[in-house]
């Protein structure tokens, strides 16, 4: 992007982060691989040169060569929102390189279970404390799935008539079980805020470094007050 570019994304964020305030939402920008901001010097760059926020989103920082503990300690009073994903540094590593794609790292368990991966949380949890961050934690973990899943509820038996014994109910261990790898879709902890939480990640040519289209278009995550979830425009 030409400097004048960059100078109008900024200039654009910031209007946006303000036309939200008028409507009591935050706006914040989300990094994510294959957009526009990705890498950690674009990160820093939005940031020093606009007012809008930041979602903390550890597993796409630390892709784009973050050091995220760092990152929090220097932009701590910008996080609006984290998303907090543990990953494999080893292969994270690889990605700026070029000697792994996006899609053979999630294929390869480089997004791990939160506690498994090189992520620093629990300094990450205290540096936002000390900011006094009062936003959404939502807990993510990035897979890729090459078949349908397991059904994981059993069905209930067929009514029979009054005569009729009512099936047993299988046992416990004959019930699918989900693998332990895989938490709970949309996990979403912490308080909630009186401000509406929003972001943006403005597009790039996704297949720009050999990847599947990863993103398409532009994506808005808004997060109103009262509702413990994402939801995606």
Same mark, same amino acid.
């Given at each position: 992007m030409t400097e004048e570019g960059w100078a109008t994304l900024f200039s654009n964020l910031t209007r946006i982060r303000e036309a939200c305030?008028? !409507? +009591?939402?935050?706006?914040?920008?989300?990094p994510h691989w294959g957009t526009m901001v990705q890498n950690v010097d674009e990160v820093e760059r939005v940031l020093d040169n606009s007012t809008v926020g930041l979602c903390l989103d550890t597993g796409h920082l630390t892709a784009g060569g973050?050091?995220?503990?760092e990152l929090v300690r220097k932009y701590a009073d910008r996080v609006d929102i984290v998303?907090?994903?543990d990953v494999r540094k080893d292969m994270a590593a690889k990605l700026l390189p070029g000697e792994l794609?996006?899609?053979?790292?999630? !294929? +390869?368990?480089?997004?791990?279970?939160i506690g498994q991966g090189d992520i620093d949380?629990?300094?990450i949890v205290g540096l936002l404390n000390?900011?006094?961050f009062d936003g959404y934690w939502v807990l993510e973990q990035d897979i890729m799935l090459d078949e349908e899943p397991r059904p994981t509820v059993a069905r209930w038996p067929t009514p029979r008539r009054a005569s009729t014994p009512w099936p047993r109910w299988p046992e416990a261990s004959s019930y699918p079980v989900p693998s332990p790898a895989l938490p709970s879709a949309g996990q979403v902890t912490g308080r909630r805020s009186e401000r509406g939480r929003c972001q943006v990640s403005p597009s790039r040519q996704?297949?720009?470094r050999g990847d599947v289209g990863q993103v398409d278009d532009?994506?808005?995550h808004v997060l109103r007050h009262g509702r413990a979830r994402d939801s995606y425009l």
């Open positions: 305030a008028a !409507k +009591g939402v935050t706006a914040c920008v989300h973050a050091d995220v503990v998303h907090a994903k794609t996006w899609s053979e790292g999630i !294929k +390869g368990g480089m997004f791990t279970p949380f629990p300094t000390e900011a006094g996704a297949d720009r532009p994506l808005l």
